[in-house]
Nanobody, 124 residues
Framework: QVRLVESGGGLVQAGGSLRLSCAAS????????TGWFRQAPGKEREFLAT????????YYADSAKGRFTISRDNAKNTVYLQMNSLKPEDTAVYYC?????????????????WGQGTQVTVSS
């Protein structure tokens, strides 16, 4: 059974950067699609980026393009989300999720394993 644990969140000033990590256990992360999502208070969970198995491609939401980069380190069984030029509106709980069957997707419902989330707060 796959288990995901996020880390790397925190408080940062506007314009700053953070790198979130999503460590997988129970199964090698290169065997499944991994996505990053976020949820701000009172809002629906929002797709940010996803990365395919092993050497397959990446896909970003418009809100993430140019500022966020998803990557994976198969040796560490970890997927990362590098976030640059952060804005106060990026404040949210950030989740990574695994889609154990199927191709890359932006739909929340396509992901069947979720981490517990990590809080990101961007101050103005």
């Amino acid at each position: 059974q796959v288990r995901l644990v996020e880390s790397g969140g925190g408080l940062v000033q506007a314009g700053g950067s953070l790198r979130l990590s999503c460590a997988a256990s129970g199964r090698t992360s290169s065997f499944f699609v991994t996505g990053w999502f976020r949820q701000a208070p009172g809002k629906e969970r929002e797709f940010l980026a996803t990365i395919g198995r092993s050497l397959t491609g990446t896909y970003y939401a418009d809100s993430a393009k140019g500022r966020f980069t998803i990557s994976r380190d198969n040796a560490k069984n970890t997927v990362y989300l590098q976030m640059n030029s952060l804005k106060p509106e990026d404040t949210a709980v950030y989740y990574c999720a695994a889609r154990t069957l199927g191709l890359v997707s932006a739909r929340v419902s396509d992901y069947d394993v979720w981490g517990q989330g990590t809080q990101v707060t961007v101050s103005s």
